[in-house]
């Protein structure tokens, strides 16, 4: 099925478009994945900076309690009461940012141990300090610590194979859109040189009639097929040219002295009439040449 200019024309812009939408899409693509990705990871850096708090304060109240053991001093109370505040908010902060398979059940053993240890605290600034008090609060504190640090690694594993996998999709998306982007280029750019070639030799020979219609070739026809404009105007060219070429023929018949071949006035204002038609095709014609030829220049 053959298109008109307009059509094809309007093809064309089609094409410009869906490379304009990649575009925009890639963009809010790799943006939407940017901003998946940082949620992603700022959940579990959460974690590990929870885990970090709570050890950090376990690790405060452990040392505070064997320097007062080892040299019989009073514990320093209003620092354990302060840094067990802040295990206590850390661990509820965490309660609320479970993020990877098995990390509620961890967190849950965490919450066990740490309100144990707490009784245990206070259990030990109420009372003397005996040695098996000192060395439960040990125990307690290195089995704490320890599923504390299995937290911490959990979600710094997962941050590296959440960021490994990002990455991996981030550059599988980017490469289909880019191979995808190249190919509507391509074929933009392949539609774009035919059309201008079949527009520029189909203009060409409008131009080519006309100047010989210029130069009163009445005879010149233009073969133009298809269905778009161009087709349309090379039609009405040659009706045209029919015309001038008649017009051509009945003014070159000799005009015969005598009464017999003496035309009468309506014939003589119908040619009038016809030479003032004939003038102004041809200065349509003319005026036509120069615009065609100015579009040549440009």
């Known amino acids: 099925m053959k298109l ?117 605290v206070e259990k030990f600034l109420k009372s003397p300090q005996p040695a098996n008090n000192v060395s439960d609060l040990q125990k307690k504190y290195g089995a704490i610590y ?40 391509i074929i933009a750019l392949f539609y774009s040189y035919s059309f201008s070639t079949y527009s520029n030799e189909r203009f060409f020979q409008l131009y080519n009639g006309i100047k010989e219609i210029h130069v009163n070739n009445y005879g010149k026809r233009l073969d133009i097929d298809g269905t778009d404009e161009i087709y349309e105007i090379s039609l009405a060219f040659n009706e045209m040219a029919d015309k001038l070429h008649e017009n051509k023929q009945n003014m070159s018949v000799p005009l015969l002295a005598g009464s017999e071949n003496t035309s009468t006035l309506n014939d003589i204002q119908e040619m009038k009439n016809m030479l003032i038609r004939i003038k102004s095709i041809e200065e349509q014609a003319e005026s036509l040449i120069s615009r065609l030829e100015n579009n040549k220049n440009t």
């Open 4 to 120: 008109s200019i307009r059509s094809k024309f309007f093809v064309g812009m089609v094409f410009l478009l869906i490379i304009l939408v990649l575009s925009i899409f890639s963009a809010y693509y790799m943006n939407k994945l940017s901003k998946e990705t940082g949620t992603i990871l700022k959940e579990n850096y959460l974690s590990v900076v929870y885990a970090r708090d709570m050890s950090g304060g376990l690790t405060n109240i452990n040392q505070e309690i064997t320097n007062c053991f080892l040299t019989s001093k009073n514990v320093d109370s209003i620092l354990i009461k302060k840094e067990l505040n802040i295990i206590d908010k850390s661990l509820q902060l965490e309660k609320n940012n479970f993020t990877e398979p098995g990390e509620d059940k961890l967190v849950s053993g965490i919450e066990a141990g740490l309100i144990e240890y707490r009784n245990s």
């Open 146 to 185: 320890h599923q504390l640090v299995l937290l911490s690694e959990m979600n710094g594993k997962a941050i590296e194979v959440k960021t490994g996998n990002n990455r991996i999709s981030s550059q599988d998306a980017l490469t289909q859109m880019t191979i995808i982007a190249i190919l509507c280029f």
